[in-house]
């Protein structure tokens, strides 16, 4: 599975952004997609998540209230959508897809920076 994501860049806090990963090859053996997140200096995190046959959906600590994930079944494609951005949000934003084989892509990654 190849993963491509989309959609960062520079905003002002307060502001919103809207991410987009699209999967291509063995999509049909995704299990699960998820966008984590990268700090500079600080460990990689998992932001929100969705099982791809139920469309169940899970947050992180840092999206609730805040971040919406979202998918196009027909595009493989999973958005973020990011409101109320601050600060303290800036980082890669990378996907990940988890396929029944137990094999882990990763997106190249997508930075999105908030200014104060």
């Known amino acids: 599975v190849q993963l491509v994501e989309s959609g960062g860049g520079l905003v002002q806090a307060g502001g919103s952004l809207r991410l987009s990963c699209a999967a291509s090859?063995?999509?049909?053996?995704?299990?699960?997609m998820a966008w984590y997140r990268q700090a500079p200096g600080k460990q990689r995190e998992f932001v929100a998540g969705i099982r791809w046959t139920t469309g169940n959906i899970r947050y992180g600590y840092s999206a609730k209230d805040r971040f919406t994930l979202s998918r196009d079944v027909a595009e493989t494609t999973i958005f973020l959508q990011m409101n109320s951005l601050q600060p303290e949000d800036t980082a890669t934003y990378y996907c990940?897809?988890?396929?029944?084989?137990?094999?882990?892509?990763w997106g190249q990654g997508t930075l999105v920076t908030v200014s104060a």
């Open positions: 990940k897809a988890e396929t029944k084989y137990y094999e882990d892509s």
């Open positions: 090859g063995s999509t049909f053996s995704i299990n699960t």
